[in-house]
């Protein structure tokens, strides 16, 4: 038994990451184990989670799970006292503007979690009260059980704090004034990562410090949280029980070994996938193209996250052993798989939003350049045309999300990609004739499809069996 509750806003930029984070601190600072989750499919959120409560953050998704797979995410393994939750975008915002099916709301619903509602009143006055009435009278499950007032002086918190709870009927948990302290610096896609934000730890001792002062924590946690119990959930199969394979000691010596970019070059890994990987039998062996000289040994897979290779360019460019050590055991059959940043750092030559060129590892005969607008943005679902990768023919899409600012001469034509609100069809990514490499600018989320995971194992499994 945890307590829970979900930071949710009216609109994107209210400060729901930031109150989050402080939130989370100040929670982990009072000895309780907390664990956080966020909505929708972003990654940089969930990595200032982790700088926080220094566990991994893991994304409630309903375009990439369905309700029994978002429960399985949420109770999951779990020994924590409390759980918070991060919304995405404004409160009701989902798949499409028809309906708040795959918006906070909706998971909200699906997993019954109270919500604390973040209202940016900065210039407001009585027009809050209309804003949030709007609100409270879209929530049919009166799941909004308080509010946090965000930008706002105290004078001004104490003035409107008893109209609020009068015309509103809801519980005002605290306010927070505008401050250096709360604002992490943005970019075009989204949050600076937590380790380029200048002394990190002390702005979130800052901002843990100031909401103990204005938000009444004991009363979030003793009445507006709610209880998530796991054993009332529906009775879900085990993954490792099931759908994957659990190659386990494949090689007859030692488990799968797969190598992971992990730096600051590349850092966006669903959690959930890095899970299905383990489960799957593969010890995760992390690696950094822009530090070390070569790819770890006797290493049977290899998998490039997304990040922002841009930003690290010349370092990446300067690094000719380990271009060269990835080309290589690319062009020697290693089973890769590379997603936007890492599928970017695969090309001939990366073309910066400076316009200058830099090489990069060659595998995929092209370049990338930064076109100055969002190319892709959104949901997409792949379908490998041929089955060379997800040779069930029934089963032969995976869901993923792409948002990307670069371009490539050389996207791909090896998959389907559908939008699943418009039905907008296209093509791109590289995908294998023998079925070793699926490389594109999508983030796949392999739970979507346990085939995946199953299908890169046994490449996996065979190309080290062949080297022995």
Known sequence: MRKTFMIAATKSGSGKTTITCALLKALKDRGLKVNSFKCGPDYIDPMFHRSVIGIPSKNLDLFFCDEEGLREVFY????????VVEGVMGLYDGINVSSDEGSSYDIACKLDIPIVLVVDAHGMGRSIIPLINGFKSMDRENLICGIILNRISGSFYETIKPVIEKECGLTVVGYVPKSAEMVFESRHLGLMLPGEVEALSD?????????????????????????CDSSGAIKLKSQKDSDLCLCGDVTGLRPLRLAVARDEAFCFYYEENLEALKNAGFEIVEFSPVHDRILPENVDGLLLGGGYPENHAGALSENKSMLKSIGDAINNGLPTLAECGGFMYLHKTLVTKDGESFEMAG???????YTDHLVRFGYVIL????????????????????????????NGSDAICTKPVTGKTWEASHIGEDGKTWWGFAHLYYPSNPEFV???????????????
Do not use: P, Q
Request: proline share 0%; glycine share 8%.
């Open 76 to 83: 999951g393994d779990d020994n924590s006292e409390i759980s």
């Open 454 to 468: 199953n299908r890169f194992a046994h490449i996996c499994k065979k190309n080290a069996e062949n080297r022995k």
């Open 383 to 410: 379908r490998d045309k041929e089955n060379r990768f997800l040779k069930d023919a029934e089963k032969g899409s995976i869901k993923g999300h792409e948002f990307h600012y670069f371009d490539s001469t050389d």
């Open 203 to 227: 702005k979130l001792s800052a901002a843990a410090g100031m909401v103990n002062e204005t938000i009444d924590i004991d009363l979030l946690i003793n009445s507006v949280a709610g209880e």
């Open 363 to 369: 595998a995929v005969d092209g370049a990338v350049h």
